[in-house]
């Protein structure tokens, strides 16, 4: 008979429930043995007596010198059946007493620099391991405050640990973990010091450290104290950790020379920053897969070394990824297909002789629940669900562990702390997760084990992928892990590198109480001309005759960026009592930026303090009368190249002599101050507005004063980039100061609808940044995506009441525009169904009646003079844009076409319709044609080019000619220009919303017949264009007008101001250029 014997493992002590261990290795391995007495349990191998017992306190111990403590009381039958279940050992003739002192003697020259050389046989640290050792001895000699060490799962992280520990001789080691799982591993690794001895790094004179591991709170703060004495190296969890009390975190800050923090991407916490930050920062370690938190914000520290993921696949530290996407847009089939296509994984990896393991990754315990049924229905396979807090969960552990599950069903576990290396095949129901959570979790099932395991496959549904931008691009169908996860990795730890080496600038962010990297700060700014070339930084408090109003003053200097931030704190008497011990802390800052180039010499005070003047403060930093203020009319030179702009408010001064000399004008008084302000009886004093630059989106202010403002936030390099451009308008005497007024809308509420022709209808633009948006008409249990449903204008005509409907392919609810008097005779706006159709929305977790919601998110109507109607607010250009020119019309013969005939329908195609006929003349053009025709559509034809540099667009609307003849009539124009004005919002819509709404819409129905809308191309050329719109290119649209009703030689003023005012807007709104198409 035989038995293994354990490791030669000592309980040193256990305090408070907590452990203390030593190893003294292997003793002999697997013995043969023979029961030589049952009562005491003896065994006899060869001339070796062992005494076999369940009791600590056996009073047989003193009789024998080799005591193994069992799990239950021995028996022979036990013994003959291979049942014996050995704990520990009790006594051994090696387990000898040594001091933690003693101990660390023993590693004094005994650790050996050798890199590993698998070609010559040579064991040894991996090349990532060595490197980061040697990284971490420089830094510990030449110590510059926290340190940061980036290795990616599987590269050798806790053998790097314990490399550290030994060559550099830690006198005392405190180790946080973010689990207990791997508390358990990572406690295990320091006792035996993993794979050190084996691979030759550490030779036998070195003796094991002496372990605490830490599972529950002292007792006392003696029994602490104590505890720690006992150790080399003491292991506990972050929770454990923050949940001393102010003493023992005392002591734990004196009594450890190193703080090694693992997976510190988990930390971060509050309590965990205000713990970690009662040691000395040059004590502390964080050793991570990924330099970014799980919330996403940076790491507190400085990366002293960096092992990139794409190296460690060049290294083979990772097995290539098999990934294999599904696409399912309605979720109550998703389950199921990613169930299908997990099992046929499963089926081939084992038919190829591998013993994997599933294991399918769900959000909540109820999902968890819901996703079991979809894997359990596979009798061939046994599967389990676990979470924390299930009944019999560390059983269950084991028994996984055992091999004895091939499909586990899991809420966030089986994470850092649990090795199994059978674990190859990932099924991910539920998406929302971050950068640092996803590269971890793969990187458990891609990294080599030394067994021949085979490849880690990966299925997941990418109809709907993370939020994480990053990670979007990862999820995609047509992604190769392979090449995306190490690009993802890299390329986030470059963007925290840079944002690092911008604040590293500055000399003291040590001493700062506020993050410097987590500074958010409102774009403003006021402008001074400097005449100096020199600074003093270090000199601004003699011009800050405030300091004494505030409770905390601490300011840093980055000298490189030319960028001083000052941060000031004091503490406030709350406003709704009287008492002495509630007081209010409030914050405020001061940023100077000095923009000192060729041809260029300025500073820019931004401030969050009210009221606050600057000029002393510059004068003390760059000398007396060495600055200038920046004001007057110039300052409004910022809304040069801004269109389209809509103010919202106008301050402005009267003469001199009027009873009033300032005046503030909102809403409907805009308009009026704006004619005075032209006609000169009002001068500006401060204007602010939302326009379009560059075909975008900007808010902007400014005051006469020297204030420039808008609502956009960010870090502390993109405000001086962004004051930096500011300034660069404000000094362009090209620019006339009057020009904010050529680009105003004029903004009225109106009492009754225009007398202009309506041409479009839109939703308000919130609903196309929600990406779950759903309609149920009639509760008849049918749910519609958003792109099945559309607005239409109903019976559009110059007078009476504006009409639309809510349409879908079998529904349509149908609305009138009501303007209507309250008692007091203000004039409102109301949407009144005139039909019994019923319609609910669904967004988020949000569901309302449709005639509820028009009430929040009132619809647009869009004019053939480019004005909008949005509730009683009525807005429109303040000059007439010039017409059309007819020779841009493109003139082309319509021969064989019915121009009474718009759609090419399903196949077989109406080829004598217009869009087939111009989809015709396209095909040589494009990379991709989308018949994107119908209910929901973006434009009649889609053509894309997939270029070098970007993406190419380009949009087609269509429209038959009324009466099927060439004639002059403008009604021809009228909805193919909305239409063309309605699409331009693809644009500022996240690309890929615009390749999903093709993705979703991919099979063309019309009278129970189908067809794919691609005419050419395939969906995983959209696929491709969806990853790459987002990620890797640019994205330019162009918009295009087909309407052969109209003679290119006879076209009508009316027809050109109605194009005129089209191409207008959308070069504007979106700088994009208008084609027209026309006959001859």
């Known amino acids: 008979m035989n038995l293994k014997l354990p490791q030669l493992l000592k309980l040193v002590d256990k305090l408070s429930g907590n452990s203390i261990w030593e190893s003294f290795g292997y003793w002999k391995g697997e013995v043969n043995i023979e029961v030589v007495s049952k009562k005491p349990f003896v065994i006899k191998a060869d001339s ?70 698998l070609s010559k046989g040579i064991k040894g640290l991996r090349s990532p391991q060595i490197g980061a050792l040697h990284s971490i001895l420089a830094h510990i000699q030449n110590p510059d405050g926290r340190a940061i060490v980036v290795m990616p799962t599987g590269t050798g992280k806790t053998e790097t640990m314990l490399s550290t520990l030994i060559a550099n001789g830690c006198e005392k080691l405190l180790v946080s973990v973010p689990s207990d799982s791997l508390r358990t591993q990572i406690s295990n690794k320091f006792i035996s010091l993993g794979l050190l001895k084996m691979i030759g790094v550490v030779d036998e004179s070195c003796l094991n450290p002496i372990v605490g591991v830490v599972e529950k709170r002292f007792n006392s703060t003696t029994e602490l104290q104590v505890f720690i004495s006992k150790c080399n190296v003491v292991v506990s ?93 309605n979720k109550k089939f998703a389950d199921k297909k990613i169930a299908e296509k997990a099992i046929e994984q499963l089926n081939a990896d084992i038919a190829s002789g591998y013993k994997h393991i599933l294991m399918v990754k769900c959000i909540s315990k109820k999902r968890a629940e819901e996703v079991y049924q979809y894997y359990s229905i ?69 990294r080599s084990s030394g067994q021949n395991l085979g490849n880690a496959s990966f299925i997941i549904n990418v109809a709907y992928p993370p939020i994480n931008e990053e990670l979007e691009q990862l999820y995609s169908k047509n992604a190769d892990w392979n090449l995306l996860l190490p690009r993802i990795a890299d390329k986030a730890t470059e963007k925290e590198i840079q944002i690092k080496e911008f604040l ?139 269109n389209r702009l809509a103010i919202y408010n106008i301050g402005a001064r009267k003469g001199i002599g009027r009873d009033v000399t300032f005046q503030s004008f909102y809403g409907r008084k805009v308009q009026d101050a704006i004619g005075e302000i032209e006609q000169g009886n009002l001068s500006s004093n401060n204007y602010f507005g939302v326009g379009y630059k560059n075909g975008e989106k900007v808010s902007l202010g400014c005051s006469v004063k020297g204030k420039i403002w808008s609502y956009l936030r960010g870090n502390l390099k993109e405000l001086t980039m962004w004051c930096r451009d500011i300034g660069d308008y404000v000094e362009n005497d090209s620019i006339d100061h009057m020009t904010i007024l050529k680009h105003t809308l004029f903004r009225e509420h109106i009492s009754q609808r225009p007398d202009v022709m309506p041409i479009y209808i839109d939703w308000d633009e919130e609903i196309y940044n929600r990406s779950n948006v759903s309609f149920e008409f009639n509760n008849d249990g049918y749910i519609l995506d958003f792109a099945d449903v559309e607005l239409n204008l109903l019976n559009p005509s110059l007078t009476g009441n504006l009409q639309f409907s809510l349409d879908s392919k079998n529904n349509s609810m149908k609305f009138e525009i009501l303007f209507e008097a309250d008692s007091k005779n203000v004039v409102f706006h109301r949407i009144k169904q005139i039909n019994k159709v019923k319609c609910s929305i669904t967004y988020g977790k949000i569901t309302k009646d449709i005639v509820e919601y028009f009430k929040i ?72 044609i989308y018949d994107d025709d119908g209910r929901g559509e973006i434009a009649d034809i889609i053509a894309i080019n997939d270029l070098e540099t970007e993406i190419v667009i380009d949009l087609f609307h269509l429209k038959y000619a009324m009466g099927g003849i060439i004639s002059n009539s403008i009604s021809n124009f009228y909805e193919v220009c909305g239409q063309a004005i309605k699409s331009v919002k693809w644009k500022h819509i996240d ?44 994205v330019r649209f162009n918009i295009s007008i087909v309407q052969p009703s109209l003679s290119k030689k006879n076209a009508s003023d009316d027809i050109l101001i109605l194009l005129g005012n089209t191409a207008h807007y959308l070069l504007d709104t979106a700088n994009i250029n208008l084609t027209v198409y026309s006959s001859n």
């Open 378 to 446: 596979y009798k061939d396979y046994k599967s389990i669900v676990i979470y924390n807090g299930i009944e019999d969960l560390a059983n269950k552990l084991e028994a996984i562990k055992r091999l004895e599950y091939d499909i586990i069903v899991c809420v966030n576990m089986l994470g850092e702390g649990f090795d199994l290396p059978n674990l190859k095949i990932a099924a991910i129901h539920d998406e929302r997760q971050s950068i640092a959570i996803t590269l971890q979790f793969i990187g458990r099932f891609t």
């Open 991 to 1034: 690309s890929k919303a615009f390749f999903t709404h093709l993705l979703k819409r991919i099979v063309k129905i019309d009278k129970g017949k189908e067809c794919s809308r691609i005419i050419k191309g395939t969906e995983n050329d959209i696929d491709d264009l969806l990853n790459q719109a987002k990620y890797k290119k640019p």
């Open 857 to 928: 998110f009132y619809p647009i109507i869009w004019f053939a003079d480019e004005s909008y109607l949005i509730e009683t607010l009525y807005t429109k250009p303040r000059i007439q844009p010039p017409k059309f020119s007819s020779e841009k019309i493109i003139g082309l013969s319509w021969s064989g076409v019915s121009l009474n005939k718009e759609s090419q329908g399903i196949f077989p195609y109406q080829q004598d319709s217009i869009q087939y006929y111009f989809i015709d003349r396209l095909k040589n053009q494009y990379e991709v």
């Open 504 to 642: 590293d600038g500055f000399e003291k962010l040590n001493n700062s109480q506020i993050s410097f990297g987590q500074i958010n700060p409102a774009m403003s700014t006021v402008i001074y001309k400097n005449y100096s070339q020199t600074w003093n930084p270090s000199n601004w408090k003699s011009g800050f005759y405030e300091e004494n109003n505030f409770d905390y003053v601490f300011s840093d200097t980055n000298e490189r960026e030319r960028t001083i931030v000052i941060i000031l704190g004091t503490l406030e008497s709350v406003e709704w009592g009287r008492f002495e011990n509630i007081k209010n802390l409030q914050w405020n800052i001061i940023i100077i930026h000095w923009d000192f180039r060729d041809n260029v010499n300025r500073v820019f005070v931004n401030t969050s303090l009210k009221d606050f003047s600057s000029d002393s403060l510059l004068e003390a930093i760059f000398g007396p009368t060495k600055t200038k203020k920046l004001i007057g009319d110039n300052i409004f030179r910022v809304f040069a190249d801004v």
């Open 48 to 117: 070796d007596f062992y005494l076999l017992t369940s009791k600590i306190n056996d009073p047989y111990i003193q009789e024998y010198d080799y005591v193994l403590l069992t799990s239950k009381r021995p028996t022979a039958k036990d013994v003959r059946l291979d049942k014996i279940s050995i704990i520990r050992w009790i006594k051994h003739p090696k387990l000898l007493n040594y001091t933690p002192d003693y101990i660390v003697s023993t590693w004094d020259s005994c650790f050996k620099f050798v890199k590993e050389n």
């Open 237 to 329: 969890t972050i929770n454990i950790l923050t949940n001393l009390d102010d003493e023992q975190k005392n002591i734990l800050n004196h009594s450890f020379s190193h703080i090694f923090v693992d997976e510190a991407h988990h930390s971060e916490a509050k309590t965990w920053r205000d713990l970690i930050e009662k040691f000395n920062e040059n004590k502390v370690f964080l050793f991570t897969a990924t330099p970014f938190r799980n919330d996403g914000k940076n790491l507190q520290g400085k990366i002293i070394f960096n092992f990139s993921l794409k190296l460690a696949q060049e290294h083979n530290y990772y097995t290539p990824i098999n990934y294999l996407p599904i696409r399912e847009y």
